[in-house]
């Protein structure tokens, strides 16, 4: 196929330009992140900067003429969204939360235990640093408070969890 040029597949070029936004901690101008990406036209990032907006994935700073671009959401949270999503779409989300388990590695396994036993960081021992982004109680490795910072309320157990020694 010589000749022909790859198209990306639908989202790529959005989860791209979100990629990029979360590797920074400033907004970027559409020409820096055309800078960060390349092989893209000015135009057509600024086309999924708009996209991105209007969908509330991004903020836009005004900044004289030209605008600056942030992240809305934590990458963590647009895939516990979307992971919500699928859950209310499909026939039975207890069967499919069933099948998630056993793909689950062993780490994100007790995560999962610790966050449903009312652990703020799902019992990961995170302290802030790298690879606890998106788990409570303390900073991202952008420094960036994580979703569960100090002002929010605590987690309580998950109601299908059972306080030791209580049936």
Known sequence: MTGRVMRRCAGALENEVLSALWATERALTPAE????????????????????YDKGLVLRDADGRRGAYRPAKHPAQLTAEALRRALDQGPDPIGALARLVPLLRPEEARALRGFLAGEPDGGAGCDGGEGCEGYGG???CDGAPSPADSTAPAPQPHPLTRAPGNP
């Open 138 to 140: 303390g900073t991202g």
């Open 33 to 52: 992140i055309r800078a960060g990406i390349g092989g893209l036209a000015y135009n057509t990032v600024h086309t999924i900067l708009k996209r991105l």
